[in-house]
């Protein structure tokens, strides 16, 4: 009885030593539920740490809430940040340096992670993020209506609105345009551009930027696109899954959450159509560690991280929430999955010529005044270069 009693004590005393690792994320369905699997795993390996992770909503979701905690001392070890609010919150002081802590990092596993993703956690010369979800903007369409009408999937931009205008009929558009700033940025960085110059200003103006925005406003004055705001993402989705538009720019990433539906049409997926050249931006998050944390909880962040890179993990995370693999090494395990449904791999094959987006804490609030430009031209009439116009004056004030 005494033994017993000695070791139970004993295991109350390592539970009562373990760090708490508070984890914040943006990841639903599929890929939230393999996150608690992750953690799980992660706990019942080793005793020093316990990661305890939470939905808090969509990235923009999640960074209010997180504004909110900061501002009452209430945040987490680990967030999840969005590629565009990351270096908002560098540049608030709100997210902590981790080049000793990396340091430690094996040099096999940082070789092994694909440059753009692991080169965008550093700002400033330091490291502040740790890459975690890594994707790119794919063209969603119909298939059926593809090939119905004899048609093949676009690969530049004039083949793109020859399609989007074929697929027109009076019960559908060819094109839902959605006035979010990502897949806007994909039809920028394709034709050679930047939303943001090199020295770190806005470029709403720019030659390629114009272009853009005066396409899509071509094609809606034939009629041959749907426009859709953020607040009407879900009408988005919901146009397509029920064939009243046929092509959609999103995430790979919202494939799993795309197979909730029961489609009456077999989805494809294809590239980004690129002028030669052209560049897609990366999305996602990095990880990174909160303002307030012990140094004992940024350890315990860290080696959770470690754990989320071995090949095995990254590849059941792409099986389960589609992102790209972040290791080279990762890749030969997805041969079998990206074999079964080559759709699935083209956002991976993306990048090849991805770009990073813009590491300016400014970008975060700027983007909302070009979605306010991309919603006036597409669905209020004004014309192309004046809605930006008035963006670029807009983010310009901002300091």
Avoid: C
């Avoid at 539920?33 to 992770?53: C, G, H, L, M, W």
């Avoid at 080169?119 to 994707?135: A, E, H, M, Q, W």
């Avoid at 930047?194 to 709403?204: K, S």
């Amino acid at each position: 009885m005494k033994r017993v009693l000695v070791w139970t004590m004993v295991l109350m005393g390592l539970s009562l030593a373990q760090v708490e690792v508070s984890f914040w994320h943006a990841m639903d369905g599929p890929a939230g539920r393999a996150i608690d699997e992750f953690a799980r795993e992660f706990n019942s390996k080793q005793r020093e740490y316990r990661v305890t992770p939470r939905y808090v909503g969509d990235y923009r979701e999640a960074e209010s809430k997180l504004v909110a905690a900061l501002r009452s001392g209430s945040g987490p070890t680990l967030f999840q940040a969005e590629v565009v609010f990351f270096p908002k919150l560098v540049a608030e002081g709100s997210a902590l340096a981790l080049d000793e802590a990396v340091a430690t990092v094996p040099k096999a596993l940082t070789d092994d992670l694909y440059e753009a993703a692991w080169d965008y956690g550093i700002v400033g010369g330091k490291r502040y993020g740790l890459p975690f979800n890594t994707s790119t903007p794919v063209l969603f369409f119909n298939e059926d209506q593809l090939r119905a009408r004899g048609l093949k999937v676009p690969g530049n931009w004039a083949e793109f609105g020859n399609v989007a205008r074929a697929l027109t009929s009076r019960s559908s558009k060819g094109f839902i345009a959605l006035s979010e700033s990502w897949t806007f940025e994909a039809m920028v960085t394709s034709r050679g551009g930047n939303l943001v110059t090199p020295g770190g200003r806005p470029a709403f103006t720019s030659k390629e930027v114009v272009e853009a925005l005066e396409f899509l406003q071509n094609l809606s004055k034939s009629g041959s696109i749907t426009a859709r705001n953020l607040a009407e993402s879900t009408f988005a989705q919901l146009d397509f899954v029920r064939t009243k538009g046929m092509m959609v720019f999103a995430s790979i990433a919202n494939w799993p959450a795309a197979e909730n539906f029961s489609f009456a049409f077999k989805l494809g997926v294809a590239p980004v159509p690129r002028e030669p050249g052209g560049k897609v931006p990366l999305g996602g998050a990095q990880l990174v560690v909160i303002k307030g944390a012990r140094p004992e909880e940024l350890r315990g962040a860290v080696e959770f991280w470690k754990y989320l890179m071995e090949p095995g993990i990254i590849a059941r995370w792409v099986q389960a929430s589609y992102y790209v693999p972040l290791r080279k090494s990762a890749t030969p395990l997805l041969e079998q999955f990206y074999r079964e449904n080559p759709y699935r791999k083209v956002a991976f094959e993306q990048i090849a010529y991805a770009q990073p987006r813009p590491r300016v804490p400014q970008f975060a609030t700027w983007r909302n005044f070009l979605e306010e430009a991309l919603e006036r031209a597409l669905k209020g009439g004004v014309p192309a270069r004046q809605a930006l116009e008035e963006a670029q004056r807009k983010a310009e004030a901002v300091r």
